[in-house]
T-cell receptor
Framework: DAGVTQSPTHLIKTRGQHVTLRCSPI?????VSWYQQVLGQGPQFIFQ???????GRGNFPDRFSARQFPNYSSELNVNALLLGDSALYLC????????????FGSGTRLTVV | DAKTTQPTSMDCAEGRAANLPCNHS???????VYWYRQIHSQGPQYIIH???NNETNEMASLIITEDRKSSTLILPHATLRDTAVYYC???????????FGSGTQLTVLP
């Protein structure tokens, strides 16, 4: 079975641009969470979606948004990119709402120049 | 959300047990403790989790103190492939999101 897949694996954007990151959860998993990991730090929670509804949001500005589709895949959008948005963006999926196991993808490495 | 504190780095000899401590003194009664590891900036890999009882699986054992203010992850026979950053985290909030600390860089030495 495929694990959590994220695309693209790497990308470079310019300050002020917009970016869309994509995540496909493990088959059967209905919940998707997004985390940002800055170099040298642990991942920080951005969003969680379950059954297309936002169930949790971390301390991130409104430039960050996300959505979940009927097939449970998800997109993370970041507008007006700043240099500080450079990070590894991780997607994690889990079976259900507030479930106990999270499987992470390999992430998307975003560099803002 | 509970804050977790871990040593920045640890070394362990290959074949010996690696004991990684974590302090989570502000954890609340319904927050689980999770351990993940991360190799070369890949996605974190789940190791084990627990609430208040000790837990064991094929990868590791988790010892949680009775007051739940700290825990220890034990890798019984460390191998070179266990070299990674190990994160202790807690789950909390409406989404049971994970709150990660800064992690411990474990280096297994031959």
């Amino acid at each position: 079975d495929a694990g959590v897949t994220q695309s693209p694996t790497h990308l470079i954007k310019t300050r002020g641009q917009h970016v869309t990151l994509r995540c496909s959860p493990i088959s059967g998993h209905k919940s998707v969470s997004w985390y940002q990991q800055v170099l040298g730090q642990g991942p920080q929670f951005i969003f969680q979606y379950y059954e297309k509804e936002e169930r949790g949001r971390g301390n991130f500005p409104d430039r960050f948004s996300a959505r979940q589709f009927p097939n449970y895949s998800s997109e993370l959008n970041v507008n007006a990119l700043l240099l500080g948005d450079s990070a590894l963006y991780l997607c994690a999926s889990s079976l259900g709402d507030r479930s106990y196991g999270y499987t992470f993808g390999s992430g998307t490495r975003l560099t803002v120049v | 959300d509970a804050k977790t504190t871990q040593p920045t780095s640890m070394d362990c000899a290959e074949g010996r047990a690696a004991n990684l401590p974590c302090n989570h003194s502000t954890i609340s009664g319904n927050e689980y403790v999770y351990w993940y590891r991360q190799i070369h900036s890949q996605g974190p890999q789940y190791i084990i989790h627990g609430l208040k009882n000790n837990e064991t699986n094929e990868m590791a054992s988790l010892i949680i103190t009775e007051d739940r203010k700290s825990s220890t992850l034990i890798l019984p026979h460390a191998t070179l492939r266990d070299t990674a950053v190990y994160y202790c985290s807690s789950s909390s909030g409406s989404a049971r999101q994970l709150t990660f600390g800064s992690g411990t860089q474990l280096t297994v030495l031959p």
